[in-house]
């Protein structure tokens, strides 16, 4: 004979609501205006039951995105405590977020610069941060500041081919820190030429070898082409017939 649920439940002190969802993953959504303590049970039991409760507390909201912080799609007007702890687990959370503060967006970008991209007209501070940490996120700036854009190179020299009309000093912030970063600049100056040589023999081999995406330098003068061989002979060999009178 089978015992009476109810009876069982009080003799032993438990919920039978939360019994109940330890059945499946999803019986939460059967269960007609569930207690809380049902609601953590199958939020514990799988944090993507969030979805299925209506206007769950703000306990169970952090139980969720805490464990997954991607869960805060699944909930309306999340709080500022939901929210950070959301992007506190998981940086992407951000994009689920209407309006992040500013504070927000720090926390996010600090942890994954490139986030940058589901932010909408993030201030300079937040570019910044961005930048710091991953230094490609400034593809996803419109016309950085030139503070921004060096600090991108600082952190990643390569950033240069995401800049539009990069100033002298941020091109030559880039190819200080690595020659071969002058394949990515637009008629390079003859003085950052010989930066890039200087630092690099082998730069040479990226002049006058222009590809469909990156223009490169062309025809290098007597100068640049010295200061390769004088680092490195070995070099030469990247030199063209047409650079010289025959």
């Keep these: 004979m089978k015992p009476d649920l109810k009876e069982f439940c009080n003799k032993f002190g438990l919920n039978k609501e939360s019994l109940f969802v330890g059945e499946s993953n999803y019986s939460i959504r059967n269960i007609e205006n569930p207690t809380e303590e049902a609601q953590l049970a199958a939020v514990k039991l799988n944090v993507y039951n969030i979805q299925h409760i209506k206007n769950p507390s703000e306990e169970v909201q952090l139980a969720a995105v805490s464990k997954d912080g991607i869960t805060i799609q699944y909930i309306k007007n999340p709080s500022e405590a939901v929210q950070f702890a959301a992007v506190t687990d998981i940086s992407d959370a951000i994009r689920y977020i209407t309006n992040p503060s500013e504070e927000l967006q720090l926390v996010a970008v600090k942890k994954n610069g490139m986030v940058l991209e589901d932010i909408e007209n993030p201030s300079e501070a937040v570019q910044l941060a961005a930048v710091k940490e991953d230094g490609d996120s400034i593809q996803y700036i419109k016309n ?33 820190q690595n020659a071969y970063a002058i394949q990515y600049i637009k008629n390079p100056s003859e003085e950052l030429q010989l930066v890039a040589v200087n630092q690099n023999a082998y730069a040479i081999k990226y002049i006058n070898n222009p590809s469909e995406e990156v223009q490169l330098i062309k025809n290098p003068s007597e100068a640049v082409m010295s200061a390769a061989i004088l680092q490195d002979k070995n070099c030469f060999k990247y030199f063209k017939k047409e650079w010289f009178s025959l």
């Excluded at 854009?149 to 091109?171: G, T």
Aim: charged letters at 25%; aromatic letters at 6%.
């Design 144 to 176: 950085p500041s030139e503070e921004v854009q060096l600090a991108a190179i600082k952190q990643d020299e390569w950033a240069i081919q995401y800049i539009e009309n990069p100033s002298e000093a941020v091109k030559l912030a880039a190819v200080n």
